[in-house]
């Protein structure tokens, strides 16, 4: 089939937010007593709030009783930072012209709530791109669960084969592969040269990088 749908991850693609995450989950956990190191951070990169709260609370044995409170307080810490401090990844208003340019589709799926979505919808100034938007927040389960790749594909009206996807995270390359679409993969550079990325259709350093070439040979 045609491509003739990109569909985006959010945070650490089209915003900088994976370090402020970093930094609202570090002010939280130190409230109870825990401090995560950066590769114990980037091990759960791209699990859902919730997911990563109940995993290091799971892993330092802090009990289920504060889950809630742990991943509200995350939440709202990284709203304010990325209002202060927020920064939009390089590319971003190119590539989105890019597919807009082509008459492609074009959609966001992310394990963050629709509140940040539409915040870095606004930071990026994309709202005249963004034709659907998929938040793995309240579904059973997310990446790399690939419901909310699917669940974006069906609000644009597309078949996941006519998708073209772009990650910046393991679990979210594996939910891309699962729903049958295709992925590009831009990770963040100390993860560059993993060979994990692997069973992506394509690899990048930025989404800057990506052209009319790399299109083409995908189809």
């Not at 891309?176 to 560059?192: G, L």
Request: aromatic share 10%.
């Amino acid at each position: 089939m045609q491509l003739n749908t990109a569909i985006f991850d959010m945070d650490g693609l089209l915003i900088d937010s994976e370090p402020l995450w970093n930094e609202a989950a570090a002010e939280v956990f130190r409230m109870y007593g825990v401090s995560l190191s950066e590769e114990q951070y980037h091990s759960t990169t791209g699990l859902r709030t919730k997911e990563f709260v109940q995993w290091w609370f799971q892993h330092f044995n802090l009990g289920d009783a504060e889950h809630a409170r742990a991943e509200k307080l995350i939440f709202e810490k990284v709203i304010e930072k990325i209002e202060q401090k927020g920064r939009v990844m390089p590319g971003v208003p190119y590539i989105f012209r890019f597919f807009h340019e082509r008459g492609f589709k074009i959609g966001i799926a992310s394990s963050s709530p629709l509140g940040m979505i539409d915040k870095a919808i606004e930071m990026c100034g994309l709202q005249q791109f963004v034709q659907a938007k998929a938040s793995a927040e309240n579904l059973p389960h997310g990446k790399p669960h690939p419901q909310v790749y699917l669940d974006c594909a069906l609000a644009l009206n597309a078949d996941p084969l006519e998708c073209i996807c772009f990650e910046d995270s393991f679990p979210g390359l594996i939910a891309v592969k699962a729903a049958r679409m295709k992925c590009v993969v831009v990770p963040h550079f100390s993860q560059q040269k993993s060979e994990k990325w692997v069973i992506a259709d394509l690899r990048i350093s930025s989404l800057q990088n990506f052209g009319e070439l790399h299109l083409n040979l995908m189809q």
